[in-house]
C-alpha cells in the first residue's frame, strides 16, 4: 500500500549506542520531516529534507543526523544515544503549499534509551 | 512564552455537546493554521485547515482571529469517535523552506455517553 511508514516501531537501546530510525514513503513527495514528541513539548522539529541530498536542521538537531540518497528514504540517526532522547520519533512527508498543505506522517517510533 | 498555546484539558463532554478549542499563537507572521488530530499512541493527522473567512466541514468549525492571534475550533453534536488530542499548528510565510509546522501541546477531548 502506498504510504509512509517507519521502522522498527519500537527499539530498546543503551546510553552511547548508534541507533537508526527508517523512514519511507512511496508518494514521491520532495518534503520529509522527523519530529520528536514528548509530554509536555508536543512535537518539534529535528530535521528536514527538501529533496534528495538536500537536509536542513529543525529546532532540536543536537544529537542527531540524517541523509537523504533517495527521495523515499529519510533516516534519522542518533549517534550515541543518551536517555533524554527517548521519545516517540515521527517521520512525515508534504503535500502542498501554505494553506493547502497536508503533513503525512508514519506511525512512529517509540524509542527507549537506558 | 511558547509559539502555539492550547489548554491540555482534558475536556469531557457528553455525547451531543458542542464543545469549543482556543489556541493561541505569538509570532504575528504566521500565515498558515491548521488543525491536526491525534489518537492515543498514533500519528497526527490533517483535521482541517484554517483560513481567514473561517470554514466548516460537516460538524467541525475552524475560526482564526488574527487581530487577536488566535484560532478556534468548534465541534457540534459529539460523537464517542471525536474523543482524541486536537493539536494546533501554524506556520510563518517564510521559513526558509520546508514550511516548517509549529506544534502545539494539544487539546484532550473525552466525549462521554
Partial sequence: ?114 | RKEVEQDPGPFNVPEGATVAFNCTYSNSASQSFFWYRQDCRKEPKLLMSVYSSGNEDGRFTAQLNRASQYISLLIRDSKLSDSATYLCVVTPWNTGGGNKLTFGTGTQLKVEL
Wanted: net charge neutral.
Fill in chain 1, 1 to 114: 500500500d502506498a504510504g509512509i511508514t517507519q521502522s522498527p516501531r519500537y527499539k530498546i537501546t543503551e546510553t552511547g549506542r548508534q541507533v537508526t530510525l527508517m523512514c519511507h514513503q512511496t508518494w514521491s513527495h520532495s518534503y520529509m520531516f522527523w519530529y520528536r514528541q514528548d509530554l509536555g513539548h508536543g512535537l518539534r522539529l529535528i530535521y528536514y529534507s527538501a529533496a534528495a541530498d538536500i537536509t536542513d536542521k529543525g529546532e532540536v538537531p543536537d544529537g542527531y543526523v540524517v541523509s537523504r540518497s533517495k527521495t523515499e528514504n529519510f533516516p534519522l540517526t542518533l549517534e550515541s544515544a543518551t536517555r533524554s532522547q527517548t521519545s516517540v520519533y515521527f517521520c512525515a512527508s508534504k503535500q502542498g503549499w501554505g494553506q493547502g498543505e497536508t503533513q503525512y506522517f508514519g506511525p512512529g517510533t517509540r524509542l527507549l534509551v537506558l
